[in-house]
Structures are given as structure tokens and as C-alpha cells.
């Protein structure tokens, strides 16, 4: 039995050379189902959204049939609610840069993908990661490949595909632990201030979890158009 397949967009980065941008024949036995052949070219099923059989949108979980004509586009529904991430092991950056934003991105460097795809379940944390057979498992409902390598970049695509820019929140989360900051009066942290800082600063926040200290120093501002840039190149739509 043969069906059809056309892949749009970023879903063809998972396709085999051969096969990327083109309408292709592809063969199939007669219970396998439409998610099943999608994954079997490579597409998680966390990335790819609606699904067209004959022109008519369907259900991932329903059976091939002969001469289906099947076009499939990448996912794209916004979130519902406040974003909550976890990352994979090599994302450390992507970590920081979406903590400076203020979204809530668990991160350890020292997870075993059975532990990755656990917590991304009982939490329901949208697993980053670029290791598309993680994806892949079945336990796994909320979850991106992401297609960059380029730590900023991987910032300006996860902006991209949950349409974050508008959610956007510097100075609220821990860069190392991801806590939520909390406001601190200056003179209960007053010996931990270098004297500079001590001069030229009146606000403060603290993470309760490691007591790091943070204000609005130059690292401040420079953090600031670095977040920026990255919600400009969202919102210009990079990666359309
Ligand atoms: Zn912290």
C-alpha cells in the first residue's frame, strides 16, 4: 500500500535529504496509523501539528489507507497559560537566557532522558531539547526539538514557536536556580554589597533557594538589549 506525504516548514530539517521539500511516495503495512509513519520519518509527534488527509484534517492516531494523500505542518498552538520548560542536558544557555526572561526553565546538567521525560510528564513542562528519538517516546505529550545550535538563536526559535515575546519579564527569576526572585530591603543585605554597589544602588531582589543577590547594575542594561534583540528577531518572524 503507498500514500503521499508533504512536510511544510522547519518539519522538512527532519526529513532525509532526499526527501526534504517534495511530495513524496511512501510505503506502508495496513495498520500502521499516520503518527506511526510521520515518526518513522523523523518527526516527533510534540512538533508536528495539524495533519491533512485528502484535504480533510484528521486524527494522528487514525489508520493509512491506500493512496492517502497526507500533508503534515509543524505545531504551532500557542500555550495555555505561563510557559514552564524543562531543558535537556546540552541547553545549559538556552537555560540562562529564558530565566533572564522570566519564564520558568528547569534545568540540570545530569538527567538521564528516563528522568527528563518523568518529570516533563508529572510536571507538565514542555521538553527542549534537540535529541528528536527523546521526543519520540510515547509517555511524552509536551515537548520542541529545537533545530538551532546557536544558543541565542535557540532563544529567538523557542520565542517563535510559543509566541512569547509579549510574555516577556527581565529581573524576576534566579539565573542559577531558577527560583523566583523576591524584593530585599537594602539594609538587611547591606554586608554583602561590594562599596560600590552599596552607593550607586537602592533596589535589590534575592533568590529565597541560593541567596543570590541581584540589581540593576551595567549588567543590567546589557542584559536588557540583549533580550531585546532576541524578542525583535522573534517578532520579525524568524524561521516563518
Ligand atoms: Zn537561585
Not at 505561563?82 to 538527567?111: I, K
Not at 520565542?159 to 539594609?187: D, I, T
Request: include cysteine; charge should be negative; glycine fraction near 8%.
Amino acid at each position: 500500500m503507498r500514500a503521499t506525504f508533504t512536510f511544510k516548514g522547519e518539519l522538512n530539517d527532519f526529513l532525509a535529504h532526499s526527501l526534504k521539500n517534495n511530495t513524496f511516495s511512501l510505503e506502508f503495512a495496513p495498520h500502521q496509523s499516520l503518527k506511526h509513519l510521520i515518526e518513522s520519518l523523523g518527526v516527533p509527534h510534540t512538533d508536528f501539528g495539524r495533519v491533512l488527509v485528502n484535504g480533510q484534517e484528521t486524527h494522528p492516531d487514525r489508520r493509512m489507507q491506500e493512496g492517502d494523500q497526507v500533508t503534515v505542518y509543524p505545531a504551532d498552538a500557542p500555550l495555555e497559560g505561563e510557559p514552564c520548560f524543562l531543558l535537556d542536558n546540552h541547553l545549559g544557555q538556552l537555560a540562562t537566557y529564558l530565566r533572564m526572561m522570566g519564564f520558568d526553565s528547569l534545568y540540570r546538567n545530569d538527567y538521564q532522558d528516563e528522568e527528563l521525560a518523568e518529570v516533563s510528564c508529572q510536571e507538565g513542562r514542555i521538553l527542549l531539547t534537540r535529541d528528536r528519538r527523546l521526543l519520540m517516546r510515547k509517555q511524552i505529550r509536551l515537548g520542541y526539538c529545537i533545530h538551532q545550535t546557536d544558543p541565542r538563536q535557540q532563544a529567538v526559535e523557542v520565542l517563535n514557536r510559543f509566541k512569547l515575546p509579549g510574555q516577556v519579564k527581565p529581573f524576576q527569576r534566579c539565573l542559577r536556580c531558577n527560583s523566583p526572585l523576591q524584593v530585599v530591603n537594602k539594609q538587611d543585605i547591606l554586608e554583602r554589597l561590594e562599596p560600590l554597589t552599596k552607593i550607586y544602588y537602592e533596589e535589590f531582589r534575592i533568590c529565597p533557594s541560593c541567596n543570590q543577590i541581584y540589581w540593576k547594575g551595567s549588567h543590567y542594561g546589557h542584559m536588557l538589549e540583549m533580550i531585546e534583540t532576541m524578542a525583535a528577531q522573534a517578532e520579525g518572524g524568524l524561521g516563518g
